[in-house]
C-alpha cells in the first residue's frame, strides 16, 4: 500500500521520533477485540508466535493529525507486520504505523498526540480540551484494563473536563 502522507502527518511523525511510517494492513483475528490490541497481540504470539511492535497509528483528520499508542503483530524475524486490532468507528483496510523502539505497554498506555491543521484558535482550544479530558482518563484508568472508575474527588474534575470539552467542541460548530 502507497499512500500519499501529508506534510501535517510528516510533522507528527518528526516531533514523535522521525521513524519511518509503515502502511501496515488492517486483518483482525477471531480472538481481537475493540481497543484491546494488547491483549489481542499478547494472544496471538502466544498462539501463533512473533511479538509486539509498538508505536502510533498516525490518524490523518481533518482539522487535525493524531497519533494513538498501539501494538501490532509483528513475525519473529520483523519481515511481517499486521494490525490484528478491529478499529472501532474507522473501516481502513490499512493503518499508518509509526514505530517507536522508546515505548512499551506495562498496563498504561499514553496519551494520544494531537497537531492541529490550522492556527485556528477555537480549534487549538478544542484539542487542549480535550487532550486534558484523556489524560485525566487514563491518570484514573485501572491498569491493564479499559476500565475507569469515577468516585469521589475525581467526579468533580471529570464533570468539568466533560463541561470544558462539550463547550470547546460546541464553539467548532
Not at 41 to 60: E, F, H, N, R, S
Amino acid at each position: 500500500m502507497k499512500a500519499d502522507i501529508t506534510e501535517v502527518q510528516y510533522m507528527m511523525m518528526n516531533h514523535i521520533n522521525g521513524n519511518e511510517a509503515l502502511y501496515i494492513q488492517v486483518a483482525p483475528e477471531k480472538h481481537s477485540t475493540v481497543s484491546n490490541c494488547f491483549d489481542n497481540v499478547a494472544t496471538k504470539c502466544k498462539k501463533d508466535g512473533g511479538k509486539p511492535l509498538y508505536g502510533w497509528i498516525i490518524w490523518d483528520n481533518p482539522l487535525y493529525v493524531e497519533a494513538e499508542f498501539h501494538c501490532i503483530w509483528s513475525s519473529d524475524d520483523g519481515q511481517k507486520y499486521k494490525d490484528i486490532t478491529p478499529q472501532k468507528d474507522k473501516k481502513d483496510k490499512f493503518i499508518l504505523f509509526l514505530p517507536d523502539e522508546t515505548v512499551t505497554y506495562n498496563g498504561i498506555t499514553y496519551p494520544t498526540k494531537y497537531i492541529s491543521k490550522y492556527n485556528e484558535p477555537k480549534l487549538l482550544n478544542y484539542i487542549s480540551a480535550l487532550s486534558e479530558y484523556q489524560n485525566f482518563l487514563l491518570s484514573i484508568r485501572e491498569p491493564y484494563s479499559n476500565k475507569i472508575s469515577i468516585k469521589g474527588e475525581h467526579l468533580k474534575k471529570y464533570k468539568e473536563l466533560s463541561f470544558n470539552l462539550d463547550q470547546a467542541k460546541s464553539a467548532l460548530s
